[in-house]
């Protein structure tokens, strides 16, 4: 009985113990960040801490776990010297604390300070999805949920935060202009003729279309129905809105005619009716959409229209951070709406495998899913601030194939390609982790069919790391079974669009960012070099654009992909350079080509390549990556190494010359012209390669739809106007001054027509979007507060007793004599506002 006795005593001291050690909650642990000097020591690195502090009633014994988070810096150095920084995977990292530090006790805490390399600009920079994982319970993952990133130290105020008379300047620029002066289409049309009167469109009013324009009738049907309460009913009258079929316009142009008695919508093709419906609802009073209307008055006017590029694209990266089904249909609604004619879809990355594939069901039940994982068999590990939990939105998520036919019918119903892109063969960990799991599933009972989708040698020792930091990311092009992968997803891709009767023209096979040292390790990688005679090994990469070439031929397909794919990498005097490769330039390689940041030595590689034969996609960083900060201050979201894109950038883009929009380096200073003196320049030939305008948003810090609204408008409407409209007088006047006068004018058109028509559309359009509003420029002058705004007819309100302003503070109309703390805000007309601006 005492030997009982004794071992119940032990247990229950040994659960007591336990629970002991970690009674305290993940929630009691409080995590601060603090972003402390910029240029540290005079060096390109910073000085930054994290301290947790305990605030429940354990102590916390710091031996017990380790912290996980996402953070896109590399850390050199721990200076505190007590505890440890490990990079496990791309961005994904983890602090082991030393163990000499036992524990610390409520109301206690402790600080970590480290190094890091290059700058830290803005909060998005923090790390984020903190979480822990006790070393009794490896498994699993406990959120931090209680975490704080401080950005701002006194030092660093000058640097980081916005200077709001720069800003002002700026904003000096824009005229405001009388909105009905103002041409109201957006992008604007070759031909805009305003006429007399009105035309009153009611429930009453009458519809009559050519059979061959009943879908875009139909769709501005439904459209009509949200606005009025009621379709409109179909008639041959003549004295309604008609759709007229007539011979010789080009493909997507159309001819608009609005009196008081009839709108006559004419084109050659369906494309061009819809697009002239398009602008029609811009014509509409802005306001249309925010309910149900019993009359829309439109102004009569003539148009005539056709686009300068028939390529006008978006690309969503849907991989890094997930987009539900219906924000997609959602952005198609958008894009449609201002004659964007593509949806390029990124849907497989490194972090996240997007679509279902459904005989290789692995690529979503485990490459869909980010969670806390010990091998990424049932999950990838997290990402971009996704933590420890599984099923998270927006780290994991896919589309199904119901989803995706129902996206590509949705696009095809708003004349939308859907061009899909299928990393291969870096950019590949998602795909390259499924097929993995796959391989573990059968390896014991059907070893053939374990490796029938195999995307790595198992005897590969290569050593590598990717730009993103990953050292798993790519496919070994030597093996079969990588080419059966690549022919099963296309071809399941391909059955997709059939069943949605979408067209299917191209898929983009990504083919960018492979880093060097990888192959060099694989039997599988030397046995292919003696039996293809290959020698180098950047040469192997010419012989898996050619197989995956032939599998998209077989299928009808022509191949697109990033820049690399056009490229050929040899060396020159010790040095690596990049030539446009002479293997592919007549097998219609669509080269999509965004590296052409100021100073970095690639500004002309898109015209290199044009030049060289290859079909150009212009997806400049400098001007199209939307994903990139508005302007340069802590404040402000997004990422800034290629550039800082405001609005202006892509409205200023001069395709065929964009070394005359050159204006501003990564940095937000004035462009070096003398960068371009040895630059290739664009020949005739190569003009007629470039093949229209692409913008981008890479998703790594898009958490959810309002972001990603955020960064892509109103950036947007800048691509819609450079894609569609035609080429602009500044373009190509030689005289600064004239060009500059010619730009200012444009400029001024554009911002009242969005400040004045376009935000209050979209406050409604789609179910409403979240377009930021601009920062308030500010300036100090003749002892006056001088404010004005980016984009006439927004409303500026401004306090004086230190209070954030709102829609009821004062209006400002005039230079304001004060001293002391005040405060702007913009807002639009549905009681949004942007940032405050403090003045002091």
């Not at 324009?213 to 501005?220: P, V, W, Y």
């Not at 609005?647 to 940095?667: G, H, M, R």
């Amino acid at each position: 009985m005492k030997k009982i006795l004794l071992i119940a005593f032990i247990l229950c001291f040994q659960i007591l113990n336990t629970k002991a050690q970690q009674s305290f909650k993940p929630a009691d642990l409080f995590v601060e960040w603090q972003l402390l000097e910029n240029d540290y020591q005079n060096k390109a690195q910073f000085l930054a801490s994290f301290t947790l502090t305990n605030k429940g009633k354990a102590a916390i014994d710091l031996n017990d776990f380790k912290l996980y988070f996402s953070y896109p810096r590399v850390i050199n150095k721990v200076t505190s010297n007590n505890a440890k920084f490990e990079n496990l995977s791309g961005e994904f990292c983890r602090i082991v604390f030393d163990e000499n530090i036992k524990s610390i006790k409520n109301g206690e805490k402790i600080t970590i300070e480290y190094i890091a390399n290059g700058k830290s600009k803005n909060y998005t920079d923090a790390p984020s999805g903190l979480y822990i994982v006790f070393n009794k319970q490896p498994e699993q993952g406990h959120p931090i949920v209680n975490f704080k990133s401080n950005y701002l130290v006194e030092k660093e105020l000058a640097q980081l935060k916005l200077d709001p008379a720069k800003v002002f300047e700026k904003n000096k620029l824009v005229s405001d202009l009388p909105v009905e002066s103002l041409v109201p289409i957006l992008p604007s049309p070759n031909e805009y003729q305003a006429t007399k009167g009105i035309f009153s469109l009611t429930k009453n009013t009458s519809i009559n279309f050519d059979p061959f324009f009943k879908n875009e009738a139909d769709l501005f049907n439904e459209e009509l129905y949200q606005l009025l309460g009621s379709k409109l009913s179909s008639s041959k009258a003549e004295n309604g809105i008609v759709f007229k079929k007539i011979e010789g316009l080009a493909d997507e142009a159309y001819e608009l005619k609005v009196t008081a008695n009839q709108i006559e919508i004419a084109a050659s093709s369906t494309n061009g009716a819809f697009y002239g419906v398009q602008s029609l609802k811009m014509m509409m009073p802005p306001n249309s959409w925010a309910k149900k209307q019993s009359e829309i008055n439109i102004p009569c006017a003539e148009v005539k229209d056709a686009p300068r590029f028939g390529y006008r694209s978006f690309m969503l990266d849907v991989a890094r951070n997930f987009q539900t089904k219906e924000q997609v249909l959602k952005v198609l609604d958008l894009l449609a709406l201002y004659k964007i004619n593509t949806l390029h879809f990124h849907l497989n990355d490194d972090e996240g495998w997007r679509l279902e594939i459904p005989s290789l069901p692995e690529l979503t039940t485990v490459g869909s899913t980010r969670a806390h994982t010990l091998n990424d068999q049932k999950s990838l590990h997290p990402s971009y601030g996704s933590g420890a939990l599984p099923n998270t939105f927006p780290g994991s998520g896919f589309y199904s194939k119901a989803d995706f036919i129902e996206i590509l019918k949705y696009a095809m119903a708003r004349h939308i390609k859907v061009i899909p892109e299928i990393e291969t063969p870096g950019h590949a960990r998602a795909a390259i982790k499924a097929m993995d799991a796959r391989y573990e599933k059968y390896k014991n009972t059907d070893l053939t069919l374990a490796k029938q989708y195999l995307l790595r040698d198992t005897l590969d020792q290569s050593v590598y790391k990717s730009v993103q930091g990953f050292k798993d990311n790519v496919m070994n092009i030597a093996i079969p079974s990588t080419y059966t992968f690549i022919e099963k997803v296309v071809d399941e891709v391909k059955q997709m669009y059939n069943l949605a009767n979408a067209p299917l023209k191209t898929i983009h096979i990504g083919g960018d960012e492979v880093p060097n040292g990888v192959w060099e390790k694989s039997p599988a990688i030397a046995a292919l070099m003696q039996k293809e005679n290959i020698k180098n090994y950047n040469d192997l990469w010419y012989f898996h654009l050619s197989k995956v070439n032939q599998i998209l031929k077989k299928n009808n397909l022509y191949l697109s992909g990033w820049e690399e794919v056009a490229m050929r990498k040899t060396t020159l005097d010790g040095a690596t350079k990049y030539l446009a490769n002479p293997d592919f330039t007549t097998q219609n390689f669509h080269a999509y080509v965004w590296n052409n940041v100021w100073g970095w030595g690639q500004e002309d590689l898109a015209y290199r390549l044009a030049n060289a034969g290859y079909k150009v996609v212009l997806s400049a960083v400098t001007n199209f990556y939307f994903d990139l900060a508005y302007e340069q201050d802590a404040d402000e979201p997004g990422l800034y190494w290629g550039s800082f894109v405001d609005v202006n950038k892509p409205f200023e883009f001069i395709p065929l010359d964009y070394y005359k929009s050159a204006k501003e380096d990564v940095q937000g200073n004035p462009v070096e012209p003398k960068i371009f003196d040895n630059k290739e320049r664009l020949t005739e030939y190569g003009a007629s390669n470039i093949v229209g305008i692409q913008g981008q948003i890479w998703s790594e810090k898009i958490r959810g739809a309002e972001q990603l609204e955020y960064m892509l408008l109103p950036k947007l409407l800048g691509l819609a106007e450079r894609a569609w409209a035609k080429n602009p007088t500044w373009a190509t006047e030689k005289d600064s001054i004239l060009a500059n006068q010619n730009y200012l004018k444009d400029w001024s058109w554009f911002s009242n027509l969005l400040g004045k028509r376009e935000f209050t559309r979209l406050n409604h359009y789609a179910g409403g979007l979240n377009y930021r509003i601009p920062t308030v420029g500010v300036k100090l002058e003749d002892g006056k507060v001088h404010a004005n705004t980016q984009f006439p007819g927004l409303v500026i309100k401004y306090t004086l007793d230190g209070s954030t302003p709102t829609l009821k503070s004062k209006t400002y109309t005039m230079p304001i004599t004060q001293s002391g703390l005040m405060k702007f805000k913009a807002f639009n007309s549905s009681v949004r506002g942007g940032r405050t601006i403090v003045i002091k």
